[in-house]
């Protein structure tokens, strides 16, 4: 599933999609109209607007919106998510590496 943006989290999600969806439970999904990759039927990360928003702990949020790399995540109704962060394309290095955390969190916690 590709997103018809050319922006930094959709061109860098089928990369990463790619990678995720070799492992075991991984799949991939839509919601907000665009795609979703899941664990085990759970979302873990997503691209979104710009951003690239995962499902992590919360010490691993509070320094990534304190280093001012992400910001909880509001879909748009005006109550940002403490348990989501959207991650900034100034932080786009990270992203790999963050969808695999998210990945594990999510497996963790089910």
Do not use: C
């Not at 995720?20 to 997503?46: D, I, N, R, W, Y």
């Not at 995962?54 to 109704?77: M, N, Q, R, T």
């Amino acid at each position: 599933m590709t997103n018809e943006k050319n922006d930094q989290a959709t061109i860098s999600y089928s990369a990463i999609a790619k990678k995720m969806l070799s492992q075991k439970g991984v799949t991939e999904s839509k919601m907000f109209g665009g795609p979703v990759l899941k664990t085990h039927g759970k979302v873990f990360a997503f691209p979104y607007r710009n951003d690239f928003v995962f499902k992590l702990p919360g010490e691993i949020i509070e320094k990534l919106v304190a280093e001012k790399k992400g910001s909880y995540f509001d879909p748009g109704h005006g109550r940002p998510s403490k348990a989501w962060v959207a991650v900034h394309p100034v932080a786009h290095r990270r992203w790999s590496l963050l969808a695999e955390k998210a990945k594990a969190f999510v497996d963790e916690t089910r």
